[in-house]
């Protein structure tokens, strides 16, 4: 099938999911069976899709054109692959997990849930295919209003609060600064589309460009950039299926893929590196590393450390971003897939752990891992991916991370920061683990479990399964990384 | 400077009128009383339109004398007459100003212009001057929209007072007040009982 | 299509379209007035407006493919320019063919709540007082007479407070409402005569094309000119509802019968912003009116309190209804804004925000209507828990308030993009500010209703599952799915909203 054909299909088949799912209310089986068919067939339609792509050229597809000057339009290019395939590849692991979360704590209004996450699917599909800025900055709105209502979920005071400063962070920033650096991109140079090495090369005054930098780094809330990350902690009160796809995925992942894209293609390496402001975007990122790590290690609730924790090593791809080298640029990228398979086992954990035991607060784990070995091995074995220990996943990205940093021009300061900020991930996330596996003499027995039984297995498979996931991960990379390489590299000019 | 007042007299009882109207509308709180106002206010407009129709010296707009033979002399006569007529309503003979700089002026005697090619359309120059008849027409027009406007708020003023049993507007909105209070109440009853 | 619709039009509407337009539904409101029963009233009015709404499609199809794009009718055949002149070309054609197709949806939808609000015996006379408010609002449109638009004007608005003041059956306060809207709305229309006969005494003609064709000739200078525009501007932004000349609206809109509200919030106030666009780019000469009176700094700075003050009062209203009437007062700041940068860009980037103003609004105001409906309330509190009980109707409901923010895919994204666009071409850098901060402002606001709709438990007992009826739902989804429609694919809007700009600031065919 051809590429711009498979474009189509992408884009129809969470959409076709979110009907299946609707038209078979009451029939929960049947509804699931549908959420993870679909699930599944999107993700051999990526891998498709991301087949077809040669030489860092993808296919593209012209939709419509909404507005003189705004088309909606698809081109896929590698890093819009990779960000796909992690999308839906973990939104299969993601399904058998929420059956087991959602059925294991008895939710009301579970096919909302379902459409609700299609849909945002949905959403993350158009960004990540986006042929232009126009495309990217419509379906980022689908992807931010579609997760409203899995935020606002359990419906009770607490989530309304979280659900609504997560809309108005989202909203306010993208409509406020994001939308009109698009329309300001667009008046400065007559188009949106994504060219490599740069749209606005040449076409901007470093003084203007400084000022649109500042309007796409912090507009694009996703991203979670200091001072707008606090919608990240807020949005916890998800149920955890929605915080480990949504937030450690798909969300947050759009927005930081998002940045990484239009530091590429929008503004290229040779511009970036001329901007004032790119250093100081740089320096805004390095502070929320060590700022976010700092905080996390102060909340004792598992989901508010996770959270934080995000915020940091969102930071990252930012860093890598306005690092403007291909190093920076090749990490960042990285970044996206490692710390997507680690943060999602955290986090999917945690979920198994809530739904055993009711538990959220770390300090009453100690010693549990003595009853749920499995989760908690998975859980260390994610913090140690996030730490960046090889043979996991992580490892990669701080390497190449710190490459980039060392290569580019005075900005070997943040080499430290990335040194300091794995020192500090050691001190949030691995204590959990090892407390609960070797618990010190003299814990009290942890209560018994709530839910009869412990975790379903639904939800303790899936964590399991990322965890060995970060492992494969790690010796794979060799190959994503020689897929991304034609995007990152900057084209000679 | 006496002069200067009382040439356009009519302009300053438009002026006075209008303001008199407004006051009274913005100022009363007897909801007839505002009626009345406004009422004052319009009839200052139907004035100054009948004041642009006046064409010194010309008479009412019916055809007489050669005209009404139904032929118009020559072209250039009728046209020499039309800028010789002096602009508008004022009562003085101001020919001795020739082109006044005061602006209302001016545009009164572009009107009798415009009135005087307008006739010219018509019949291709007329012998004697008339006023134009125009501006009275659009009044009547304006008359009729304005008693419509006034028996609409009569009769508004009459609901009002079966509702209120007033028709004062302050004694109205203090009773609209209470009501929104109570609205309120029951809303913050309501939130009180939601949560 | 509109070739199609235009192919059932009998051969009398090609040729006397602009005429029929009007007299249609004022012969209409003629008989409505003798009609038995609301019934009867309602399907001449349906009969009335799709009598209109063919009338202007043709006249569409008429001005796109004329040479000039102007269709000119002589009234009684009276010759231009002494006799009146209906003058139809891209710039009214616009706006005729809006208010004919939302007065068509109004007028379908009103039966269920005027059977509600209205009184048995008061039915037949309210459709007649609709037809008549109509006719009137589309004369506005329609005709090239300086004179004969205040006089239309004035039917649509003496129309309006009569239909205003019928929701004082439900509630007392309609009444000063309406007399309130009364007096405002007859100083605006008088400040609007005073400002033409200006005009008329300078250039002795009240035919708008004329009149543009004298005033090139004179002197920029001209005070009594200066005055007729300034009486001109400050009466029709009286009836626009331009900041701070508002204050006659959030009344009306709240305590008006729900139907009238709907239909005059996406007409009334858009004609007087077409008067507006008229007088100030096509009368008077953008030279003038953005140089010599300043035009554009009045305005422009005007719009955006409106933009940022009205929307925070609708922030904080506890009524649906007012709050959504605040909201207007904030969107008419939008349009005007675009209006008054005075470029082509920025006109059309206003006129596309009034047209799905327009449109969403009237969603809105249907969809409440609906809940006045079936559940006699208009407080935020009432519409708690709705989503459930009546999903079809919310979920119209969100849209067009999601659309009202400026959400992408719907049709207010479409033109805040396009009017964040022209303001960055012209370098407006605070107005964008303003822009961002009024959508974000709107975003509390709907979201508040929304949120009670559809996460807070239902908070009146009697709320079974009820949705409003078919008649309501069919015209409220038309507009919704228009709403989405234009938020997808909008160029066929622009595209007229782009022709009705460049029609304003040439106007062609100028004897």
């Given amino acids: 099938m051809s590429g711009e054909v498979l474009i189509l299909i992408v884009l129809a088949i969470p959409l076709l999911t979110a009907a299946g799912i609707f038209l078979l209310d009451g029939v929960p089986d049947l509804r699931e069976s549908v959420t993870i068919g679909g699930a599944t067939a999107l993700f051999l339609a990526v891998i498709a899709l991301a087949s077809t792509i040669e030489g860092g050229v993808g296919p593209e597809r012209e939709l419509l054109q909404a507005a003189p000057g705004f088309v909606f339009a698809f081109k896929l290019e590698p890093l819009g692959a990779l960000f796909a395939l992690v999308a839906s590849g973990l939104w299969i692991v993601n399904s058998f997990y929420s059956i087991g979360y959602m059925r294991g704590n008895r939710e009301r209004n579970q096919t909302r849930f379902y459409i609700c996450f299609a849909i945002a699917l949905f959403g993350a599909m158009g960004v990540a295919m986006s042929g232009n800025l126009f495309t990217l900055f419509v379906f980022y709105e689908v992807l931010t209003l579609s997760t409203y209502p899995l935020v606002a979920h359990k419906g009770d005071a607490a989530a309304q609060r979280g659900a609504r400063i997560y809309l108005l962070t989202l909203l306010g920033t993208s409509i406020g600064l994001f939308l009109v650096g698009v329309v300001w991109t667009s008046s400065l140079a007559g ?54 796809l949504l937030h450690a995925v798909a969300v947050v992942k759009a927005g930081v893929f998002t940045v990484l894209k239009i530091a590429i293609f929008i503004f290229g390496a040779d511009l970036l590196t001329e901007i004032p402001a790119t250093d100081w975007v740089l320096g805004v990122a390095c502070f929320t590393i060590i700022v976010a790590s700092l905080i996390a290690i102060t909340k004792d609730n598992l989901k508010a450390r996770l959270a934080y924790s995000t915020v940091a090593q969102l930071a990252y791809v930012t860093a890598g971003a306005m690092l403007a080298t291909s190093a920076g640029f090749m990490g960042g990228a990285l970044q996206i897939a490692a710390h997507a398979a680690g943060k999602i086992t955290l986090f999917m954990c945690a979920g198994a752990i809530y739904v055993a035991t009711g538990k959220t607060e770390i300090s009453d784990m100690r010693g ?3 009853r749920m070995p499995l989760i908690f091995v998975a859980f260390l074995i994610g913090s140690l991916s996030i730490i960046g220990v090889p043979p996991l996943a992580g490892a990669w990205p701080k390497f190449a991370l710190m490459q980039g940093a060392g290569l580019s021009e005075g900005h070997g300061y943040v080499v430290w920061v990335l040194i300091v900020s794995s020192l500090l991930n050691v001190a949030y996330l691995l204590p959990i683990p090892i407390l609960a596996l070797m618990a010190p003499k003299g814990t009290p027995e942890p209560a018994p479990y709530k839910r009869e039984g412990g975790a379903p297995a639904l939800t303790v498979l899936p964590p399991v399964f990322t965890a060995g996931l970060c492992l494969v991960l790690f010796f794979a990379m060799g190959l994503v990384g020689d897929f991304l390489t034609p995007i990152t590299t900057t084209p000679a000019t | ?25 913005f100022q009363s709180t007897n909801m007839i009383k505002r009626l009345v106002g406004l009422s004052i206010f319009q009839t200052s407009v139907f004035l100054f339109y009948i004041t642009l129709g006046k064409v010194a010296g010309g008479s009412a707009p019916i055809l007489y004398g050669a005209d009404a033979k139904g032929h118009g002399g020559h072209d250039g006569h009728g046209e020499t007459e039309a800028h010789g007529t002096e602009a508008a309503g004022a009562a003085v003979d101001h020919a001795t100003d020739g082109p006044s700089s005061d602006e209302v002026t001016q545009a009164a005697e572009e009107g009798a212009h415009g009135a005087a090619e307008a006739a010219s359309a018509y019949g291709g120059g007329l012998q004697e001057v008339y006023s134009n008849p125009l501006p009275h027409v659009l009044i009547l027009t304006a008359i009729v929209v304005g008693v419509a406007t006034l028996s609409v708020g ?42 | 299509m509109l070739e199609a619709i ?61 040479p000039g794009g102007v269709v000119s009718y002589e009234l009684g055949g009276w010759d231009v320019p002494l006799g009146i002149e209906f003058r139809i070309d891209a710039l009214n054609v616009l706006f005729l063919l809006l208010i004919a197709a939302v007065g068509l949806l109004a007028a379908i939808f009103s039966l269920p709540t005027v059977v509600a609000e209205v009184r048995q015996e008061k039915r037949a006379l309210f459709y007649a007082a609709y037809l008549i408010c109509f006719a009137g609002l589309l004369g506005v449109g329609a005709t090239g007479d300086a004179f004969n638009l205040f006089v239309f004007l004035e039917i649509s608005s003496i129309s309006t407070y009569v239909l205003v003041a019928l929701g004082g059956n439900r509630d007392r306060r309609a009444f000063p409402a309406a007399l309130n809207y009364l007096m405002m709305g007859t100083i605006g229309a008088t400040f609007f005569v005073i400002g033409v006969g200006f005009l008329y005494a300078v250039t002795g003609t009240l035919n708008m094309a004329d009149i543009a064709l004298r005033l090139r000739d004179i002197d920029g200078s001209n005070r009594a000119v200066h005055a007729g525009f300034a009486f001109i501007v400050v009466g029709l932004g009286l009836k626009s509802a331009m900041w701070p000349l508002h204050q006659w609206l959030p009344n009306a809109y709240a305590y008006a019968p729900s139907f009238v509200t709907m239909f005059l919030s996406a007409t009334a106030t858009k004609v007087a912003i077409y008067a507006l666009i008229r007088f100030t780019f096509s009368v008077f000469t953008p030279d003038m009116s953005f140089e010599a009176m300043n035009f554009g700094f009045l305005f422009a700075p005007l719009a ?18 007012r709050m959504l009437a605040y909201s207007s007062v904030a969107q008419v700041g939008y349009m005007l804004l675009g209006v008054s940068i005075g470029t082509a860009a920025g006109l059309s980037a206003g006129m596309f925000h009034l047209v799905n103003h327009a449109l969403m609004k009237g969603a809105l105001f249907m969809a409440v209507a609906g809940v006045v409906l079936t559940y006699q309330g208009t407080r935020i509190n009432d519409f708690a828990g709705l989503g459930r009980a009546a999903p079809l109707t919310m979920t119209a409901f969100a849209v067009a308030g999601i659309s009202l923010i400026g959400i992408p895919l719907t049709a207010g994204f479409q033109s805040k993009l396009a009017l964040l666009e022209a303001m960055l071409d012209r370098g407006w850098g605070f107005a964008v500010a303003v822009i961002v901060i009024s959508s974000i402002l709107a975003v509390f606001y709907v979201g508040r209703v929304l949120q009670a709709v559809f996460f807070l438990p239902p908070s009146n007992p009697r709320k079974a599952r009820q949705e409003a009826p078919a008649l309501i739902l069919i015209p409220l989804w038309i507009l919704t799915i228009a709403t989405l429609w234009i938020g997808i694919q909008a160029n066929w809007v622009i595209d007229l909203t782009d022709a009705a700009a460049t029609a304003a600031l040439n106007p062609g065919g100028i004897r």
């Fill in chain 1, 191 to 244: 188009s949106l589309d994504f060219v490599p090495g740069g749209l606005l090369d040449g076409k901007i005054s470093p003084s203007e460009g400084s000022i649109l930098l500042l309007l796409f780094a912090f507009g694009i809330g996703k991203a979670a950039l200091m001072p707008f990350h606090f919608w990240l902690p807020n949005a916890m009160v998800a149920p955890t299926p929605v915080s480990a």
């Fill in chain 1, 368 to 370: 549990l891992g003595q």
């Fill in chain 2, 1 to 25: 400077m006496l002069e200067f007042i009382l040439e356009r007299a009519n302009y300053w009882a438009i002026i006075g009128l209008m303001m008199v109207g407004l006051y009274i509308t």
């Fill in chain 2, 154 to 195: 009569l009769a508004l003023v009459v609901r009002i007072r079966e509702a209120y049993g007033t028709i004062e507007a302050d004694e109205v909105r203090a009773m609209d007040i209470v009501t929104a209070d109570a609205q309120d109440a029951d809303d913050i009853e309501l939130a009180a009982e939601a949560s």
């Fill in chain 3, 6 to 66: 235009a192919g059932l039009a009998p051969d009398v509407i090609a040729r006397h379209g602009a005429a029929l337009l009007v007299v249609i539904p004022l012969v209409l409101s003629g008989i409505a007035a003798f009609m038995p029963n609301g019934r009867l009233g309602w399907m001449l009015s349906i009969a009335g407006c799709a009598g209109s709404l063919l009338c202007a499609v043709v006249l569409l199809l008429q001005v796109q493919t004329l």
């Fill in chain 3, 304 to 321: 955006m309190i409106a933009m940022i003050a009205c929307s925070f009062q609708a922030v904080f209203q506890t009524d649906v209804r």
